[in-house]
């Protein structure tokens, strides 16, 4: 026997109204045990509101090699962004 | 340190024009203080070198556990045993952080425990050592946590993300460990006589060891210097352990202690103390399994596990069975 | 807190004592043991979350020796009365002091316990001493996680493997003749139940009884038979474990007598 309890990974909601945060990963056997362990190890310090967990394996994650292809074409789409764009001082706040 | 001696495996620091293309590119993103992030590609001893420094970093720390835990029944007040349970509990979390850490780079928590446990992978000298006294547990958080908060602080921006985050955390929770070790003795040395003497005699036997936590000189260590390169080490040892020593000494003697070292003075050229050479040999013996609580504190490790074997089963097994019994619910009704 | 010494007049001093030192003394011996696993636990996750539920009961410790030091009034404060009385004068449950024995026996019977624990601080919330309702409130909170975590793995255990099952059995027929204490009334109840300040122990056995049948049924082990039952904890007559914990616990107290530390 003795084969290991899968890994999770644990987000946390720190505060009402923000979004949940990785902030580790810890073992369980299932995934109501590995809330359970995320409270115990992850909220000693009163850091949550609401736990979520995902299996490690569950993860779908992007190739780090595709990184350029998939995230500096948005570098060039600089009128994404709001400075792009200059607005007279008389117009006042926009 | 809680990583003492990590080796690298290097035979020498190349250069950027002897690199692959490949390690190249990885260097100049260390270099421009970039993070590595897991399956990124990455020299093997980069990774490895990683595999070993955060492993012993985490079996430090949950051998590290045992010295202070030795004295969680007999703190002398309520508030005492709750604050050195907690502070031990902490460890035993940020040990859990740096395997996690670990298991990132392709490694998993079982074979590392099974290195912890067959003597393959080391842990810090300074746990061998046994507490003997409660000022001795005092000693710990001042001295040795001390000590550790010296290297983990730089840590906090090694090259390896998941080992610098698990540091960011584990920095913000130990902030209260040294504290709470500093305040034990604060209290004691306005106590009785016979509670001073403990409190020097603690001091007396951590000093040594702490300073030899730092390990030897590596000024000349080829690893060192490739960690250096790699940023996953960031001072050298005697520089760490300088700025240990500054910074302790007048916190003794503001607690009325004698460091037991005839040789400390202050330097005021160098703006620093002079002091004197740790035991090396006793240092390198500790390191080969002869200190005094060598035995025990693996014996216990291994006890833990070795008798926990059924309970992780059982809970396995029961997952499994509930996994099944869901499955066959959801079938049924379909 | 006028009220409260109102209330307090009309019952026996001394009934209260004791009733709040049992409820510290649960507390602090319990805490004490789980204490030991520190460091020892079979899994990493496990060692911080039984720390935890012991780091809870040493809190909640202070809160009832502090309040049993305040009505008893002759300055003793909680420290005192955990450090510097003889086995004699602990009124916890015989059950509390069992040795640890293996992970499994652990959590039984902190399992055992935990439902009784929730049980009983759900009626001091609503006690007529304001004092006694509010460190229950705090306390429930705790106790409620304690008690979902301790049941979640007795049945976990018990529908494991063949030896976890086994074992948590034995573990169950082990500590069984220990839990009919919990229900046992001494005279101290009797004024206390009258001013609606603590439930006569025997109240609390029906809901006890639901809570741990229903548990043992899902977790495939057999609810022993209600034979003989062990007691005196509540009137300070232990086993011989009880003197070892307060051997270690008190050390320092007892061997540096009037240091502060």
Known sequence: ?94 | MYAQMVKTDAARVKSLDDMAPEERAFQERIDAGQKIEPKEWMPEGYRKTLVRQISQHAHSEIVGQLPEGNWITRAPTLERKAILLAKVQDEAGHGLYLYCAAETLGISRDEMYEQLHSGKAKYSSIFNYPTLSWADIGAIGWLVDGAAIMNQVPLQRCSYGPYARAMVRICKEESFHQRQGFDILAKMVKGTPAQRAMVQDALDRWWWPSLMMFGPSDDASIHSAQSMVWKIKQNSNDELRQKFVDQTVPQAEYLGLTVPDPDLKWNEKKGGYDFGEPDWKEFFEVIAGNGLCNAERLGARRKAWDDGAWFRDGLTVHAEKASARRAAKTAAAE | ?261
């Not at chain 3, 001394?14 to 004490?32: K, S, T, Y």
């Not at chain 3, 002091?97 to 992970?103: A, I, L, T, V």
């Open chain 3, 1 to 261: 807190m006028a009220t409260a010494i109102i209330v307090e007049a009309a019952v026996d001093r001394a009934a209260l004592f004791e009733f709040l030192l049992r409820m510290g003394d649960n507390a602090l011996i319990l805490g004490h043991r789980l204490s030991e696993w520190c460091g020892h636990a079979p899994a990493l996750e496990e060692d911080i979350a039984l720390a935890n539920t012991a780091l809870d009961l040493i809190g909640q410790t202070q809160l009832w020796l502090g309040l049993a030091g305040e009505v008893e009034g002759r300055g003793r404060s909680a420290d005192d009365l955990a450090y510097l009385r003889d086995a004699r004068e602990f009124r916890n449950l015989l059950l509390t002091e069992r040795p640890n024995g293996d992970y499994g026996k652990t959590m039984m019977r902190q399992f055992l316990f935990d439902a009784w624990h929730y049980v009983v601080l759900k009626a001091l919330r609503a006690s007529s001493d304001a004092r006694i309702a509010e460190i229950a409130e705090k306390a429930s909170k705790e106790v409620s996680y304690h008690l979902e975590r301790s049941r979640d793995l007795v049945i976990r255990l018990g529908d494991g493997t063949a030896e976890s099952q086994a074992r948590m059995q034995e573990a169950l027929d082990d500590l069984w003749p220990y839990t009919g204490e919990m229900f046992v009334s001494e005279t101290s109840d009797e004024p206390l139940g009258a001013a609606g300040m603590a439930p006569e122990p025997q109240s609390l056995k029906a809901e006890w009884d639901a809570l741990v049948a229903e548990a043992l049924s899902e977790a495939t082990l057999k609810k022993p038979a209600d034979g003989h039952m062990h007691k005196g904890g509540k009137r300070g007559i232990h086993t011989e474990h009880l003197g070892y914990i307060l051997a270690e616990l008190q050390f320092l107290q007892r061997a540096y007598p009037g240091a502060t530390w």
């Open chain 1, 1 to 94: 026997m003795s084969s290991e309890w899968p890994l999770w990974e644990v987000f946390i909601r720190g505060q009402h109204g923000l979004n949940h945060r990785h902030v580790g990963s810890l073992h369980a056997p299932d995934a109501e045990m590995a809330i359970n362990n995320a409270r115990d190890v992850y909220t000693r310090r009163n850091e949550g509101v609401s736990i979520w967990v995902v299996r490690s394996s569950d993860i779908t994650a992007s190739s780090p090699s595709d990184k350029g292809p998939l995230f500096e074409p948005s570098n060039s789409k600089v009128y994404r962004h709001p400075t792009f764009f200059d607005i007279p001082d008389e117009v006042g706040h926009m």
